[in-house]
């Protein structure tokens, strides 16, 4: 069994950074890949960045791509999503998850979730 748990999360103004972690627990992490979500206030779940296992392949939503980083420590069974330049629009909670197999910017396939963290965005 696998429980992640995100943190980081805060208000900030725009423009400003944040760090988010995800902490796993159990020994699959380092063979699993990793994706952050966010979901806003009265929309659906959405893509953020995903990277694989040996953190040698990532992806980015294009709101956030040239922005955010995504990347992991194995050792630590963490992984970490940057965010710098953050917009109001980036206003959402914010989810990593885990999977088996190849890197996916698709929320079908992640097996597991942590509870989300509040990133708030003022202008």
């Known amino acids: 069994q696998v429980t992640l748990v995100e943190s980081g999360g805060g208000l900030v103004q725009a423009g400003d950074s944040l760090r988010l972690s995800c902490a796993a627990s159990g020994r699959t992490f380092r063979n699993s890949a990793m994706g952050w979500f966010r979901q806003a206030p009265g929309t659906e779940r959405e893509f953020v960045a995903a990277?694989?296992?040996?953190?040698?392949?990532?992806y980015y939503a294009t709101s956030v791509k040239g922005r955010f980083t995504i990347s992991r420590d194995n050792a630590k069974n963490t992984g970490y999503l940057q965010m710098n330049s953050l917009k109001p629009e980036d206003t959402a909670v914010y989810y990593c998850a885990t999977k088996g197999g190849s890197t996916s910017s698709r929320q079908e396939g992640y097996d597991y979730w942590g509870q989300g963290t509040q990133v708030t965005v003022s202008s």
């Open positions: 990277i694989s296992w040996s953190g040698g392949t990532t």
